[in-house]
């Protein structure tokens, strides 16, 4: 029980400390919560483009394939990484963080524009100040057989600009901001689901075009087309 307490005091210290100093090096204070080394994409995946940025030619997994109502993009798991597929749409993938390993249905629900007044209560540098904030929803299920404690679900979700550059990420405690609550579960069993929103940083003019999961790094990200067509 204590052992338990003391885990989650570091980690909720660690995502305070990060919320204090952002925003630059969010990337590394996002990976240093998580226990991980690297940032959440490998260097390979940040330089690698999607195989198909306008969404077109997917493996859609064959007939009776819903998209429109966020049925699984691919056939089976792993399927859709170095792909990408509609925002809302669901796929499974494995998830592997050290001795951390599950499997997943990852969906990007929804990315929306948020505003500077919503972030009004945490300690941000100036540079961060002129930035403008999107919200990502991201939906997590456990459709294997293990379960998995402490996983950081929401960390290797990242989000890239129209130019194809990363956002910054904005790293906060639990539901600092109430908008975009970012509790992640301390066990996730099988069967277990949780919504976790994440804050991305951009510069105004800009909006996001990709959001990315890398659940393995052995594996390309799967990718989610940021808007709606």
């Known amino acids: 029980m204590r052992n338990r307490s003391a885990r989650r005091t570091r980690r909720t210290a660690a995502a305070l400390l990060c919320a204090a100093g952002l925003a630059l090096g969010a990337t590394a204070c996002n990976e240093d919560a998580a226990q991980d080394t690297g940032s959440s994409e490998s260097p390979a995946a940040k330089d690698k483009k999607p195989t198909d940025p306008a969404g077109k030619g997917q493996d859609t997994g064959g007939a ?3 998209q429109g109502s966020g049925g699984s993009g691919g056939k089976g798991v792993d399927a859709d990484a170095d792909k990408t597929i509609p925002l809302g749409q669901k796929s499974a993938l494995t998830y592997k963080r050290s001795k951390k390993v599950a499997t997943l249905e990852v969906t990007a629900r929804s990315v ?3 505003s500077q007044s919503d972030l009004s209560g945490l300690r941000l540098e100036s540079d961060a100040k002129a930035l403008q904030p999107y919200y990502v929803t991201m ?7 293990k379960s998995v404690k402490y996983p950081f679900l929401n960390t290797p ?3 890239r600009d129209s130019k194809g550059n990363p956002a910054k990420t904005l790293i906060t405690s639990d539901d600092a901001v109430q908008s975009c609550p970012s509790k992640d579960p301390d066990t996730f ?3 277990d689901d949780a919504t976790i929103c994440k804050i991305f940083l951009l510069p105004k003019g800009e909006a996001p075009s990709l959001v990315s999961y890398t659940g393995d790094f052995d594996k390309g990200p799967v990718y ?3 808007t709606k067509d």
């Open 139 to 145: 939906a997590f299920k456990n459709i294997g057989d």
């Open 157 to 159: 979700t990242n989000v």
């Open 189 to 191: 069993a099988p069967g």
């Open 64 to 66: 009776g394939n819903d």
């Open 224 to 226: 989610w087309k940021a």
């Open 112 to 114: 929306a524009k948020g």
